[in-house]
């Protein structure tokens, strides 16, 4: 009567993810009395063969499989995840007789898609921690699951889990993979192309006891021995009350960690925050204002101003915290004047030492505002792989090649700036190992970016 958790994603790149959201359901189901294995197979030579064999021994009564990445939101270099998980489902679904169940992020933005594309029973939206009873009973007989089932985002979790338990370390110390945590659910913004609402199940903040968190923290670093955290919220400095109170926690808790987040609004870095940030021990983090224009920050949604914008440029560069900035190009009312603003304030506010990455287009994922916008503009529906025409959205009040032609004078011109491509480039793989041979941290775009760009200059990848 077990159930059988897998973790199928072998992305290393550009960050090795431990599977946070599939170990606190595993944890979950524990809680509740549900016998549970998990299955990581991330570092597996052969995740088939291995899959099949933890069956036959298992004898699980369901599968559930965590899909956290559809795809990389890379116009570029497009990469469909979904390609290497279908084999897994089948193999499931060839050897277990039970319910075939998929979560994770990915699976929670376009649920009925995955399910048909995989081949699965039932997707789960959202958290799964409140639902792993229900899928348990499905399997021993209960009432049937349904499609799509929602997950309830106020069920009781941790920040966590005791990665130490459930994984193998050793592969994840080697690349130097940081222990990911969550403070909070939810954001209450509206950018134009996000689904995280639809992930988090919620918009509105579920905040985490500061100091259960803070506490999680000392014993995972205590039990894994890797002291590097990396905050997974989907925006870690909002509300800024609650940031500043978690990050003096941290800083008295004074627990030796280097600590990331990438999920920073420009809306609350003040300097304020930032200096809270520092004292609790962030060495860097990474922001994606997307654009630096105030038509697009409209126009994309961002809900902050551009003042924020060069306040946060400003106080990181007097704090001498790195910032690894993202901007995102081509959206809804981009027009060469917001293309050239927006470089602009990469070339003369961003400090010349903290990496630009440019991403060219929007991928368009359902349900979010920029799949209204393309259904209003009479462009196809999305589907889920990226490769197929017409899944990345352009302005129609931008040229193409004139873009592109931008971006790319800009980003020969400037040594921060790197294409998106680069962050999944052969060198991040390198740097990966180095630093988990040296027993370094996770390396950061901090640290590492203007290194990154010479060698890949060198390597012709750049
Ligand atoms: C933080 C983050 C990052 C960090 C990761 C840091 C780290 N050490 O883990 C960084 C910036 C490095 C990153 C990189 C990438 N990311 Co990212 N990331 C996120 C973010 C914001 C949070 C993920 C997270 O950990 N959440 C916390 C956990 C607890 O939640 P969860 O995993 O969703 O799990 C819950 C539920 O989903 C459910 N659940 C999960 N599994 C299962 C299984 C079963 C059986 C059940 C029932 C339920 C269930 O229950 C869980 C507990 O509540 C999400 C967006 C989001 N809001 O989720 C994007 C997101 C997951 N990333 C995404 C992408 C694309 C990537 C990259 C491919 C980008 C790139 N081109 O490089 C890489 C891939 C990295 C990798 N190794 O896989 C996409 C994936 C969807 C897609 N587009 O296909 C997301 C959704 C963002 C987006 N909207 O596009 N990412
Ligand atoms: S701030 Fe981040 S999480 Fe919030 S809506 Fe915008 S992109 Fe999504």
Same mark, same amino acid.
């Given at each position: 009567?077990?159930?059988?958790?897998?973790?199928?994603?072998?992305?290393?790149?550009?960050?090795?993810?431990?599977?946070?959201?599939?170990?606190?359901?595993?944890?979950?189901?524990?809680?509740?009395?549900?016998?549970?294995?998990?299955?990581? +197979?991330?570092?597996?030579?052969?995740? /088939?063969?291995? !899959?099949?064999?933890?069956?036959?021994?298992?004898?699980?009564?369901?599968?559930?499989?965590?899909?956290?990445?559809? %795809?990389?939101?890379?116009?570029?270099?497009?990469?469909?995840?979904?390609?290497?998980?279908?084999?897994?489902?089948?193999?499931?679904?060839?050897?277990?007789?039970?319910?075939?169940?998929?979560?994770?992020?990915?699976?929670?933005?376009?649920? /009925?898609?995955?399910?048909?594309? !995989?081949?699965?029973?039932?997707?789960?939206?959202?958290?799964?921690?409140?639902?792993?009873?229900?899928?348990?009973?499905?399997?021993?007989?209960? /009432?049937?699951?349904?499609?799509?089932?929602?997950?309830?985002?106020?069920?009781?979790?941790?920040?966590?889990?005791?990665?130490?338990?459930?994984?193998? +370390?050793?592969?994840?110390?080697?690349?130097?993979?940081?222990?990911?945590?969550?403070?909070?659910?939810?954001?209450?913004?509206?950018?134009?192309?996000?689904?995280?609402?639809?992930?988090?199940?919620?918009?509105?903040?579920?905040?985490?006891?500061?100091?259960?968190?803070?506490?999680?923290?000392?014993?995972?670093?205590?039990?894994?021995?890797?002291?590097?955290?990396?905050?997974?919220?989907?925006?870690?400095? @909002?509300?800024?009350?609650?940031?500043?109170?978690?990050?003096?926690? +941290? *800083?008295?808790?004074? +627990?030796?960690?280097?600590?990331?987040?990438?999920?920073?609004?420009?809306?609350?870095? @003040?300097?304020?925050?930032?200096?809270?940030?520092?004292? *609790?021990?962030?060495?860097?983090?990474?922001?994606?204002?997307?654009?630096?224009?105030?038509?697009?920050?409209?126009?994309?949604?961002?809900?902050?101003?551009?003042?924020?914008?060069?306040?946060?440029?400003?106080?990181?560069?007097?704090?001498?915290?790195?910032?690894?900035?993202?901007?995102?190009?081509?959206?809804?009312?981009?027009?060469?004047?917001?293309?050239?603003?927006?470089?602009?304030?990469?070339?003369?506010?961003?400090?010349?030492?903290?990496?630009?990455?440019?991403? @060219?287009?929007?991928?368009?994922?359902?349900?979010?505002?920029?799949?209204?916008?393309?259904?209003?503009?009479?462009?196809?529906?999305?589907?889920?792989?990226?490769?197929?025409?017409?899944?990345?959205?352009?302005?129609?009040?931008? %040229?193409?090649?004139?873009?592109?032609?931008?971006?790319?004078?800009?980003?020969?011109?400037?040594?921060?700036?790197?294409?998106?491509?680069?962050?999944?480039?052969?060198?991040?793989?390198?740097?990966?190992?180095?630093?988990?041979?040296?027993?370094?941290?996770?390396?950061?775009?901090?640290?590492?970016?203007?290194?990154?760009?010479?060698?890949?200059?060198?390597?012709?990848?750049?």
């Amino acid at each position: 009567m077990t159930l059988l958790l897998v973790n199928p994603n072998r992305e290393t790149k550009p960050v090795p993810a431990m599977p946070v959201g599939l170990l606190r359901v595993a944890e979950a189901a524990e809680r509740e009395g549900v016998p549970v294995q998990v299955l990581d +197979l991330a570092f597996a030579s052969r995740p /088939e063969r291995l !899959l099949r064999a933890t069956i036959a021994k298992v004898k699980p009564s369901a599968v559930g499989f965590t899909v956290r990445n559809i %795809d990389n939101a890379d116009f570029r270099a497009p990469r469909f995840y979904l390609d290497e998980v279908r084999p897994l489902v089948a193999v499931a679904r060839e050897c277990c007789t039970g319910p075939i169940v998929i979560g994770g992020a990915g699976a929670s933005m376009a649920p /009925e898609a995955v399910r048909l594309d !995989l081949g699965a029973d039932c997707v789960v939206v959202g958290p799964g921690e409140g639902v792993v009873t229900r899928i348990h009973d499905a399997a021993t007989g209960g /009432e049937r699951l349904p499609t799509v089932l929602f997950g309830p985002a106020d069920h009781p979790t941790n920040p966590a889990a005791d990665y130490a338990r459930w994984l193998n +370390l050793a592969p994840w110390k080697r690349l130097a993979a940081p222990l990911p945590v969550q403070s909070r659910r939810g954001c209450p913004r509206k950018c134009v192309y996000c689904n995280y609402a639809a992930i988090d199940g919620t918009s509105k903040y579920v905040l985490g006891d500061v100091d259960e968190v803070v506490d999680c923290i000392r014993e995972l670093v205590e039990r894994t021995r890797i002291p590097h955290v990396e905050f997974v919220d989907s925006t870690f400095n @909002s509300p800024p009350t609650y940031a500043i109170a978690l990050c003096e926690a +941290l *800083a008295r808790a004074d +627990l030796g960690v280097s600590l990331g987040a990438s999920g920073i609004t420009p809306r609350y870095a @003040s300097r304020e925050v930032l200096e809270a940030m520092k004292a *609790a021990g962030f060495s860097a983090i990474w922001c994606s204002p997307d654009t630096a224009a105030p038509e697009t920050i409209r126009s994309y949604g961002k809900g902050f101003a551009r003042d924020d914008l060069s306040v946060m440029a400003r106080s990181a560069e007097e704090l001498g915290f790195t910032v690894m900035w993202s901007f995102l190009f081509g959206g809804p009312g981009e027009t060469e004047s917001t293309v050239a603003e927006t470089l602009r304030f990469a070339r003369e506010e961003i400090p010349a030492d903290h990496p630009v990455m440019l991403t @060219s287009r929007m991928r368009i994922y359902p349900g979010t505002e920029l799949a209204r916008i393309v259904q209003a503009e009479g462009l196809p529906a999305p589907v889920l792989d990226p490769r197929v025409p017409g899944q990345f959205y352009l302005s129609s009040h931008v %040229d193409a090649e004139r873009l592109d032609a931008m971006l790319f004078e800009a980003h020969e011109s400037l040594p921060n700036l790197m294409y998106l491509a680069a962050a999944q480039g052969p060198v991040v793989g390198l740097l990966q190992r180095m630093n988990g041979l040296l027993g370094r941290r996770q390396p950061t775009w901090a640290d590492y970016a203007p290194i990154r760009r010479r060698v890949m200059k060198m390597l012709g990848r750049a």
